[in-house]
């Protein structure tokens, strides 16, 4: 499963990148808000410093808009991977652009039919909101395994992002859910590394450690 942070924080971002486990990032229009920089600005700055997919979210309604809008937005960067929402014309300039291989990721899905949909108009990744979901009562991760039984069962294409995570049991039932990518706050991210026995026997190592003699050299 890839790892993405789900961030436009470009100090995040570079200690995500430095950690040698970060696969990409996405980003949404509140994140860039957010970072309270002009959105070509940190784009560009955040395509430049990840090795992997960066998700940027194009913000028009209508589906002409949204082609013209997608097309500069993928100029910015081979990485590039540009977010339409879970609309009737976010799926119209999905089903359009995908032909034309321009690499989409439809968002705020939050059930198997959007993802279905989302499937057949050619989606490179499809972002399940489970946080969300799990947040007014939904299963995020049952409609998970549901789309990527369906995924499989159809041959689609597309891949499975968990998005709107909030904890790191999020992303252990990602995993389990055989999602494909998770996109996760630093916060989670930096979650991942810690274990209270992980933490607790190193130090008592570190303190047997100290009375044993003679150097590695
Ligand atoms: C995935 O790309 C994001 O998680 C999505 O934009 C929504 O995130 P949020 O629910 O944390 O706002």
Excluded at 97 to 115: D, F, P, W, Y
Excluded at 170 to 179: K, M, Q, S, W
Aim: charged letters at 25%; hydrophobic letters at 45%.
């Amino acid at each position: 499963m890839k790892i993405f942070l789900d961030t436009a924080d470009v100090e995040e971002i570079k200690k995500a990148v430095d950690s040698g486990v970060l696969d990409g990032i996405t980003t949404n229009p509140s994140r860039i808000a957010k970072a309270g920089r002009p959105f070509e600005s940190i784009a560009r700055e955040i395509l430049a410093m990840v090795p992997g997919d960066v998700s940027l979210e194009a913000m028009s309604e209508k589906w002409p808009d949204m082609i013209k809008e997608v097309k500069v937005l993928a100029g910015w960067g081979n990485n590039a991977v540009i977010k339409l929402p879970m609309t009737r014309d976010g799926i119209k300039a999905l089903a359009i652009l995908s032909k034309e291989g321009i690499r989409i990721n439809l968002t705020m899905v939050a059930s198997q039919n959007q993802a279905l949909l989302a499937c057949k108009a050619g989606a490179t990744y499809v972002s399940i909101i489970v946080g969300r979901m799990d947040a007014i009562g939904m299963n995020g991760m049952e409609v998970v395994r549901d789309t990527k039984e369906m995924i499989k069962e159809y041959g689609f294409g597309s891949q499975i992002i968990i998005g709107s995570v909030r904890t790191p049991l999020h992303v252990l039932t990602a995993a389990r859910a055989g999602a494909d990518v998770v996109t996760v706050p630093y916060k989670v991210f930096d979650q991942l590394f810690g274990h209270p026995l992980t933490d607790g026997g190193l130090a008592q190592f570190e303190k047997d450690w100290s009375k044993v003699e003679g150097e590695v050299t």
